[in-house]
């Protein structure tokens, strides 16, 4: 909402462009609030009613309009992740990497490890292979 210098914001009928079509981030914004509220949405408003529409809505959620802080964006919380355990499968990257490596070493490619044991595997035959090499040969990759 835009503001008065040193003062509280203007409110949406005085803005100078509250008559222009509201702004893909209103569109966007009030097309989730709508929906989460059951009600059409209406893609007609102007600046000024979207932004009166969404005061409207945020209020009915959370029981007053929107005060200090107001426009900053409100995001939902995404479901919260277990930390990996090491224990999922190796990711498509590590396999064919872990292939790749086997086959150089003459070693047979274990399809079935976990993250850590593929990680575990792929650092050995690193090893093995800076072993082999001389100071001044150099890296293939």
């Known amino acids: 909402m835009p503001q008065r ?3 509280p914001p203007r409110p949406p009928e005085e803005w100078k462009s509250g008559d222009e079509p509201m702004t893909a981030s209103q569109a966007s914004f009030l097309k989730r609030l709508t929906s989460e509220a059951g ?4 893609a007609t408003l102007s600046k000024a009613a979207a932004s009166r529409r969404i ?7 959370k029981g007053s309009p929107r005060g200090p802080g107001a426009g900053k964006k409100t ?24 292939k790749e490596l086997a086959e150089e070493e003459g070693g047979a490619f274990e399809p079935g490890l976990s993250k850590e044991q593929a ?3 792929i650092g050995e035959l690193l090893i093995k292979q800076m072993a082999r090499r001389s100071p001044t040969e150099p890296s293939r990759r």
């Open 75 to 98: 995001r939902t919380r995404a479901p919260e992740r277990q930390p990996p355990t090491g224990e999922e499968p190796m990711s498509d990257a590590q396999a064919a990497y872990l």
């Open 55 to 61: 005061d409207e809505l945020l209020s009915r959620d």
């Open 119 to 121: 990680a575990r595997r």
């Open 5 to 7: 210098e040193g003062g």
């Open 39 to 42: 009600e059409s949405f209406d």
